[in-house]
């Protein structure tokens, strides 16, 4: 069979299925590390097979089968102890019928539970965030450890045992492998949502290198997205957290949509006011807008309020349907950080408030909340309150002091690309006239943080490392 066809249905696969059989691996043999290392020999064989016999008609069966007779030999070869035999006895007993023995045992709702399953255990509480991300991208997104470490910025040994201690942490504090029960469900699915969030922020606006945007992790975070989604949605007592994960997948859609307009082709920033509309991704803000239809059909009378997500997507969704920058009503977006204020306070979520009021009412009114916000303390080394400082000041014709506030967001940028944008600002300013553009007209960083998605928190490299 052509080399390009056998490539095109193990890459299917791998998207579409590696998470599930992974996970139906693990909850079988109970080790993490050799259900990985059987999954991904199995894939490895599967090339060379596939090559010679053609693709098979159900090609995940095809995989679940190799792997878990991989994993029995295995297990068969250092049974010396009865808790080996065990999981031998169990491995043996788990079964796939269907034609050929090829098909997966598994009906619709065990696949479903079995990758929640995965998805909770790599985000349980008991381990660091920084673990529960590379865990996650690791064993669910299918990433390679060299992948993850320069996701990390670590070196790939680091990264390796991390991993290592993380599933040995699992295994020795006895961590179950499961849904939590339903007690503990609302608040372990948060985790989960935080997760995935933040491993989307990672990609979309990256805390350190070269890069200001890291899109395989973006879109990592959005196949998660579409991953938890699905099998929310077809599990029953997990359906309460619908809206709240389709809202999610919503929101990084519309934010994911303008990827490719914010570098300009010499690999500079381009604030949202300057992008190109006709590049961003009309079918993806279609899809996020469609989702938050959904949610929004779906809201039952007397239900809980919108969630965070929801509230974030609707913000992103005002930017995204209005025809220019100019056009974009920034006082809907006011309202909605109220709501979003009023339901998760935190000083990010004032900043764009704060921000959404200065392009409502004018610099002289945003100026003052940012600035009590800078001198709270309470987003010390967040380069976006001395940028939006700055470009307000420069917007009331207060040179100096903007120069000032420009060149701590310089010192302050996590990435070279956000340095270089200070840098152009500050020459800018500089060689600025006396007749400022009125406001509203020259928008640009304040523009773009009225546009910045709500954090859950620092992103990894920011974090205490484990």
Known sequence: MPDDVVAAALSETAMAERARIVATLIRVTGDWDLAEDCVQDAFAKALRVWRERGVPANPAAWVTTVAKNAALDRLRRSATEAGALHEVAALGQADYPGTAGHEPAAGPDEIADDR???????CHPALAMTTRVALTLRSVAGLSTAEIARSFLVPEPTMAKRLVRARAKIRNAGIPYRVPPPHLLAERTAGVFSVIYLLFNEGYSASAGDSLVREPL????????????????????MAPFSGEATSLLALMLLHHARADARIDDAGEVVTLEYQDRSRWDASAIDEGLRLLQVVEQNREPGSSPPSIYELQARIASVHMTAADAAGTDFARIERLYDALYSIAPSPVVELNRAVAVAMTRGAEAGLPLVEAIDLSGALDGYYLVAASRADLLRRLGRTEEAAVHYARARELAPTAIEKRYFTKRLVDLASMSTNLAPFG??????????????EEGPSWSQRSQP
């Open 441 to 454: 007209r020259a928008r640009g960083v304040v523009h773009a943080v009225a546009d910045e998605h709500f």
């Open 116 to 122: 929640l399953r995965l998805i909770f255990t790599c």
């Open 218 to 237: 973006a879109r990592e975070a959005i196949r998660l997205a579409r991953l938890l989604v699905s099998v929310i949605t077809n599990t029953p007592n």
